[in-house]
Nanobody, 114 residues
Framework: VQLQASGGGLVQAGGSLRLSCAASGSSFSINVMAWYRQAPGNQRELVAAIISGGSTKYADSVKDRFTISRDNAKNTVYLQMNSLKPADTAVYFC?????????WGQGTQVTVSS
């Protein structure tokens, strides 16, 4: 499975960004699509996840600010990030689970300036 993430960048606090991650090459149905992030010196943490039926899960730190969605026909997951804070600065990684395996994208940098 190949994952192509895009949409990161530099934004001022209070601004918005939208991340996208397109998956290709899977012969199994993708059941979970998720976004993780990793800031320097920190462990990688789950930001948001969405299963094939549409149920979602969010980290407490991003609830009411971030929205995860997916287009099953395109095998693409999105992360709409609003009201961004400097604490959201990190490399964001998409992950998909297909069958019994998990796959990671290459990461996209999100930097929020104060």
């Amino acid at each position: 499975v190949q994952l192509q993430a895009s949409g990161g960048g530099l934004v001022q606090a209070g601004g918005s960004l939208r991340l996208s991650c397109a998956a290709s090459g899977s012969s199994f149905s993708i059941n979970v699509m998720a976004w993780y992030r990793q800031a320097p010196g920190n462990q990688r943490e789950l930001v948001a996840a969405i299963i094939s039926g549409g149920s979602t899960k969010y980290a407490d730190s991003v609830k009411d600010r971030f929205t995860i969605s997916r287009d099953n026909a395109k095998n693409t997951v999105y992360l709409q990030m609003n009201s961004l804070k400097p604490a959201d600065t990190a490399v964001y990684f998409c992950q998909v689970k297909a069958g019994s395996l998990a796959y990671w994208g290459q990461g996209t940098q999100v930097t929020v300036s104060s």
